[in-house]
Nanobody
Framework: QVQLVESGGGLVQPGGSLTLSCAAS????????VAWYHQAPGKQREWIAS???????VYVDSVKGRFTISRDNAKNTAALQMNNLKPEDTGVYYC??????????WGQGTQVTVSS
């Protein structure tokens, strides 16, 4: 059974930092690319960052220089380090693991609230 479990969300003040984690089981994690998505309240889920199996990373412009995606294949985990958080970063963050042209697997999401 494949599972992706996000954790690390919470309430943080503007300018603060959080690190989200995505723990995978039931897949050969090292062969999957991993992506993080953000769903703001009342909006569609949007892609924000990816890390390929070989480690290359790519980001949406709005998080470049603030967020860092990483992975630890030995621990079957991926992370999203988020710095200088803004109120518009509020929402649910999801990780997704995909290999090849398959539909991929989603986690259940973790809530991040940026507010003073």
């Amino acid at each position: 059974q494949v599972q992706l479990v996000e954790s690390g969300g919470g309430l943080v003040q503007p300018g603060g930092s959080l690190t989200l984690s995505c723990a995978a089981s039931g897949i050969t994690f090292s062969t999957y690319r991993v992506a993080w998505y953000h769903q703001a309240p009342g909006k569609q889920r949007e892609w924000i960052a990816s890390i390929l199996a070989i480690g290359n990373t790519v980001y949406v412009d709005s998080v470049k220089g603030r967020f860092t995606i990483s992975r630890d294949n030995a621990k079957n985990t991926a992370a999203l380090q988020m710095n200088n958080l803004k109120p518009e970063d509020t929402g649910v963050y999801y990780c997704k693991a995909t290999v090849g042209a398959t539909g991929g697997y989603w986690g259940q999401g973790t809530q991040v609230t940026v507010s003073s």
